[in-house]
Every structure is written in structure tokens, then in C-alpha cells.
T-cell receptor, first 113, second 112 residues
Framework: GQQLNQSPQSMFIQEGEDVSMNCTSS?????WLWYKQEPGEGPVLLIA?????ELTSNGRLTAQFGITRKDSFLNISASIPSDVGIYFC?????????????FGKGTKLSVIP | DGGITQSPKYLFRKEGQNVTLSCEQN?????MYWYRQDPGQGLRLIYY???????QKGDIAEGYSVSREKKESFPLTVTSAQKNPTAFYLC???????????FGSGTRLTVV
């Protein structure tokens, strides 16, 4: 099946620093989504991307749908303590079962005040 | 307010017992999903349902069962056949015209 490689697995950064994480796929995806999960809670959708090359922002967050349709990245600018959590990428492919999302294993972000 | 509700938040089970996790949504979403989350493993799909009275196995269905008798409800039973049930369980739903899932706040199951 489709696989997503998300990196890095974890990050420790100083408050105020910028953060970058990415996902790569072995196959083409038609949609990329980025979620954030806070401890003990379910993931919440941050950004959805529907077109190759698309660049979308949500406050301090910016995500891009790669031109090859096999990758996506998420940037967080000027990190703050409440950015702590696990960030998941998710992709939707094509063909049978394309209504389902494939999830990356997550990037655990820790922000040092 | 519309949303997806999982209960209970914390659940303790003795070895050898079946236990049922509740998932209810009032979003009028068509599809519903159950995921298991272990540290460092990401989200692994257990079962999903596209319509009432129909459901499909995901990647790790062994030791679990589900039902979908109503559009709003998709309970998950963790049976005694599941050898390592301690985990965080997440329910999600999706309306047919959308690609994004809405997640519940999860149930943490611990076997004692």
C-alpha cells in the first residue's frame, strides 16, 4: 500500500525559532493534509492542499503541495510554547480506496521557552 | 455544536474481558473510522464504514469488531483475542464530499 515518510521524527527548538517538517510518498497523492495533535487529544486539521504547487498559509503556518505530487512540507514561523504537539501529514491517493487517507508517523515538536 | 464524541476518555480492562468504546457523531457524516495510536507508530487503521450496515477491515482488524447500525454511531469492541490492547484509540468521521477527517478526542484503554 501507499506509504508516507515523515521527518524529522522529533524536534526540540527554542521559542521564536522557525520549524520545518516534510512528508514524502512513494506514489502520487491528489490531496495533502496537515494535522496537529495535542497530548491526550485527537488530531485537528490545520491545512488542506488540493493542487500541485499550491502554497497555503494559516496564521504562522505555511504548507506546500510539492510539484511532483509526492511530497509536502509544513513550516511554522516564530514558534511559541503552544505549538507543542505531534504534527501529522496525511495524503489521499487515487484509484480504489482513494477516499481513505494515509497518515505519516508524525513529527513530535517540543518548544523550549 | 456539531462534533464527534468518544467515551469514555479512560478505560481500564482486565485481561480476558471484552470492552466496547463508543463513538457518536452529529455531523451527518457518511464515513467513520477507528484508529489505534501507539507511541512512535502513527495512526493505524482498524476498521472503517462508508455507510450504515457496512464496514471494512483496516490494516490491524484482528481482535477487534465493529457495528454500524445507525449513521451517527460506530462502536468498537476490543475482544479478548486482541493480545496487546493497551493503546490510545481514535474515532474519525468524514462527509462524502470532503477529504478531511474530523477526529474525536480519543479513548485511552489500559489492560490491568
Amino acid at each position: 500500500g501507499q506509504q508516507l515518510n515523515q521527518s524529522p521524527q522529533s524536534m526540540f527548538i527554542q521559542e521564536g525559532e522557525d520549524v520545518s517538517m516534510n512528508c514524502t510518498s512513494s506514489s502520487i497523492f491528489n490531496t495533502w493534509l496537515w494535522y496537529k495533535q495535542e497530548p491526550g487529544e485527537g488530531p485537528v486539521l490545520l491545512i488542506a492542499l488540493y493542487k500541485a504547487g499550491e502554497l497555503t498559509s494559516n496564521g504562522r503556518l505555511t504548507a506546500q503541495f510539492g510539484i511532483t505530487r509526492k511530497d509536502s512540507f509544513l513550516n511554522i514561523s516564530a514558534s511559541i510554547p503552544s505549538d507543542v504537539g505531534i504534527y501529522f501529514c496525511a495524503g489521499r491517493g487515487s484509484g480504489a480506496g482513494s477516499y481513505q487517507l494515509t497518515f505519516g508517523k508524525g513529527t513530535k515538536l517540543s518548544v523550549i521557552p | 455544536d456539531g462534533g464527534i464524541t468518544q467515551s469514555p476518555k479512560y478505560l481500564f480492562r482486565k485481561e480476558g474481558q471484552n470492552v466496547t468504546l463508543s463513538c457518536e457523531q452529529n455531523l451527518n457524516h457518511d464515513a467513520m473510522y477507528w484508529y489505534r495510536q501507539d507511541p512512535g507508530q502513527g495512526l493505524r487503521l482498524i476498521y472503517y464504514s462508508q455507510i450504515v450496515n457496512d464496514f471494512q477491515k483496516g490494516d490491524i482488524a484482528e481482535g477487534y469488531s465493529v457495528s454500524r447500525e445507525k449513521k451517527e454511531s460506530f462502536p468498537l469492541t476490543v475482544t479478548s483475542a486482541q493480545k496487546n490492547p493497551t493503546a490510545f484509540y481514535l474515532c474519525a468521521s468524514r462527509i462524502d464530499s470532503s477529504y478531511g477527517y474530523t477526529f474525536g478526542s480519543g479513548t485511552r484503554l489500559t489492560v490491568v
